[in-house]
Nanobody
Framework: QVQLVESGGGLVQAGDSLRLSCAAS????????MGWFRQAPGKEREFVTA????????FYADSVKGRFTISRNIAGNTVYLQMNSLRPEDTAVYYC???????????????????WGRGTQVTVSS
């Protein structure tokens, strides 16, 4: 069992930055991918970004490329999401997810993730 706890959300203005964190409850040796997803009001949850835990390969949705950066601290069992140049359309609940039992394949597929955090709200005002 892996528990994930997100933090760092808040209310910011367009153009501002935020850094989200996701802490895993135990050693992450069994995790192969960590991802961030988001769900805006009235919309389905969507993929934002993911990182290969061992190799550090990163993947991004087109909507956030060049603005968001995912990184990880293996020793600290933590994954980060640095969000720059935030836009009102980035407003959503952001979820951290861990993929343990699936290796390889498209990291954007939500059903391939085994554990999820409860989410943290990010609100960007115009």
């Amino acid at each position: 069992q892996v528990q994930l706890v997100e933090s760092g959300g808040g209310l910011v203005q367009a153009g501002d930055s935020l850094r989200l964190s996701c802490a895993a409850s135990r050693r992450t040796f069994s995790i192969n991918t960590m991802g961030w997803f988001r769900q805006a009001p009235g919309k389905e949850r969507e993929f934002v970004t993911a990182i290969s835990w061992s190799g550090g390969s990163t993947f991004y949705a087109d909507s956030v490329k060049g603005r968001f950066t995912i990184s990880r601290n293996i020793a600290g069992n933590t994954v980060y999401l640095q969000m720059n140049s935030l836009r009102p359309e980035d407003t959503a609940v952001y979820y951290c997810a861990a993929r343990v039992f699936t290796s390889g394949g498209d990291p954007a597929i939500q059903t391939s993730y085994d554990y999820w955090g409860r989410g943290t709200q990010v609100t960007v005002s115009s």
